[in-house]
C-alpha cells in the first residue's frame, strides 16, 4: 500500500490566544509538539491512529470566528507528554506517571495557511460534510478524525480564492 493510500486526516482545535496556526508557522522549523491533550478519546486518536505524513487540519477555537485555519502535518508520532509530569505545567496531571505515561503527544508541522479560512457557518450544508465530527452537536474533541472525502472538500474549499 503506498503512502498515500495509508495517509490518515485529522483535525486539532487550539484556541489561538493559546497556540496559534502563526505560532506554529513561527516555531523552529514550523514544527511543535502537540502536548496537553487530556481527553481518553482524543489520547487515543494520537496514540493511536496519527502516523507520520498523515495530515492535519488546524481549527482555531473558542475565538469569533472558529474557523479551519490551516494545514499541518504529523511528523513524529505519539511519544509521552511530558507536561503531565510537570506541577508547574497547567497540564500537568498527578496521576500520571513517567514510567507508565497517561498522555501522549505528536509533532506537528505547519504545511500552508489556508487562502480561506473556513467558518463552521462556512461548512454546514456543504453536500459531503454531513457527518463531519466537527459539524455533529456537542462535538468538543480537541483531536478529531476527518474522513479522506471530508477532506478533499475543506481543502478545496480552504484553497478556492474567492
Known sequence: MSAAAARRYWLVKSE?????????????????????????QARNFMRDGMKRGDLVLFYHSSTEPAAIVGIAKVVREAYADHTALDPRDP??????????????MVDVRAVE?????????????????????????????SVQPVTAKEWAIVYRMGMKTR
Open 16 to 40: 489561538p490566544d493559546v497556540f496559534s496556526f502563526a505560532d506554529l508557522c513561527a516555531s523552529e522549523d514550523q514544527t511543535t509538539y502537540w502536548d496537553g491533550v487530556r481527553n481518553y
Open 113 to 141: 495557511a489556508l487562502v480561506n479560512p473556513l467558518t463552521l457557518a462556512d461548512l454546514r450544508g456543504v453536500k459531503g460534510l454531513e457527518s463531519m465530527v466537527l459539524l455533529q452537536r456537542g462535538s468538543r474533541l
Open 91 to 104: 497540564h500537568y496531571d498527578p496521576k500520571s506517571k513517567a514510567d507508565a505515561p497517561t498522555w501522549m
